[in-house]
């Protein structure tokens, strides 16, 4: 579907929230009626069936992804001083979480073709203060299970995966969410599975590390007005419990629908190839449930990923950048004490990537219109 201008939008919610809005108005009224805002019914059951879906034992609904790494790490052990490796090429939350939980980010290079954190580069940031890997399953992919555990086991250290792009992706038969000690995810509008507001979950099969978050994301109250940990408020309200659980069942369509269209754009981009505007890689063929469709386009003169975006833009495409500095160059990060040229693959991949429209419904062509005119600006 087109919007009323023509053109095609990034993203486009009303395709997946319009059918469901009646449904979604009368599961709102219920709670309203009821007024357990906070941790009702709802949520309860959405946690049960997304932790299902993931193919774990519990989930805790939480306010935001960030706060699911930052109550999920304390929950699995992290300790202040602890080290966890993160990629340097991801949204900064990820790291925002790890300092949250206290620990100290340690940053990692990803691969330039599949941007994922690079394994054989995590191996040499390991000291003796490494506790914890935080792989991200970025922009959909996930990082490959099986080289994952065999580092963490190696090295003896909690995997706990930040999944906030991944709701039910898959790699070599795992689901997201399922590798780690335990899971964070986000239910930020926008992603595959989206509530009306911010909201997140862990997941783990562990009832202790279930049981702490359910502290922690309470003030620290495993009972009422008593504190036996150190806590925060973070809970999923129910009015998005409400929204979440009614849209949960479609994830797994919608998702199909996003690696149709991924299957299409690397068709018709083929083309492209020849002038260096290459797709960021698939390893896992179904897996991945491509939050994000991005491109790597090679500056070829003044025809750079800026030039390309600000083109696209006028002929009414709306493209993202995910994302356009990486986390060590962040200003606020810089105590951190990371300098530029640290991690080479992350900055040349921030300053070339680009995020084409990508959401469940886009047809055929709106993809085909966006690769017209990005081969229009490339080829000229
Ligand atoms: C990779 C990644 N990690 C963490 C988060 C944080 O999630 P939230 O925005 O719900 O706090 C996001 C979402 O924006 C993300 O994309």
Redesign the pocket.
């Known amino acids: 579907m087109e919007n009323n201008l023509g053109k095609v939008p990034f993203v486009d919610l009303s395709w997946q929230n319009n059918p469901l809005l009646s449904e979604i108005d009368s599961a709102m009224r219920d709670v309203v009626r009821r007024g357990d805002f906070i941790l009702g019914a709802e949520v309860r059951e959405f946690e049960e069936s997304f932790a299902q879906a993931c193919g774990v034992r519990y989930g805790m609904g939480v306010g935001?992804?960030?706060?699911a790494?930052a109550l999920g790490l304390r929950a699995c052990g992290i300790l202040p001083e602890d080290e966890v490796l993160v990629p340097a090429n991801?949204?900064i939350?990820?790291v925002i979480?790890v300092i949250l939980a206290g620990a100290k980010p340690v940053l990692v290079d990803c691969d330039i073709n599949t941007a994922l954190i690079d394994l054989e580069l995590a191996q040499k940031a390991v000291t003796k203060k490494t506790k914890a890997i935080v792989p991200?399953h970025?922009y959909g992919q996930m990082v490959c299970p099986n080289q994952l555990k065999n580092f963490a086991q190696n090295n003896n250290l909690i995997i706990f995966e930040?999944a906030?792009?991944a709701h039910l992706a898959q790699r070599e038969g795992k689901n997201a969410g399922s590798i780690g000690l335990a899971s964070?995810f986000?239910?930020?509008p926008s992603?595959n599975l989206g509530a009306f507001g911010?909201?997140?979950m862990v997941v783990t099969d562990n009832p202790e590390i279930a049981q702490k978050v359910r502290s922690f994301r309470n003030y620290g109250a495993p009972k009422k007005y008593y504190h036996q940990d150190y806590g925060t408020n973070s809970r999923l309200n129910t009015l998005q419990g409400a929204v979440l659980k009614i849209k949960l069942p479609y994830l797994e369509t919608w998702n199909n629908w996003r690696n149709q269209a991924a299957k299409k754009y690397d068709h018709y981009l083929q083309p492209l190839a020849e002038y260096g505007v290459t797709p960021i890689k698939n390893m896992t063929q179904k897996g991945h449930i491509y939050h994000l469709y991005v491109i790597n386009v090679k500056p070829q003169g003044s025809h750079n990923r800026d030039y390309i975006q600000k083109e696209l833009a006028q002929l009414g495409i709306e493209t993202g950048i995910h994302y356009p500095i990486p986390c060590h160059l962040q200003p606020a990060y810089s105590f951190l004490g990371y300098r530029r040229g640290d991690f080479p693959n992350s900055e040349k991949l921030c300053s070339n990537i680009l995020s084409l429209p990508m959401y469940p419904g886009i047809e055929d062509s709106q993809l085909q219109l966006v690769v017209d005119n990005l081969f229009k600006i490339v080829g000229k």
């Open positions: 935001s992804g960030t706060d790494i991801t949204f939350a990820t979480g991200v970025l930040d906030a792009q964070g986000s239910f930020y992603k911010n909201g997140g």
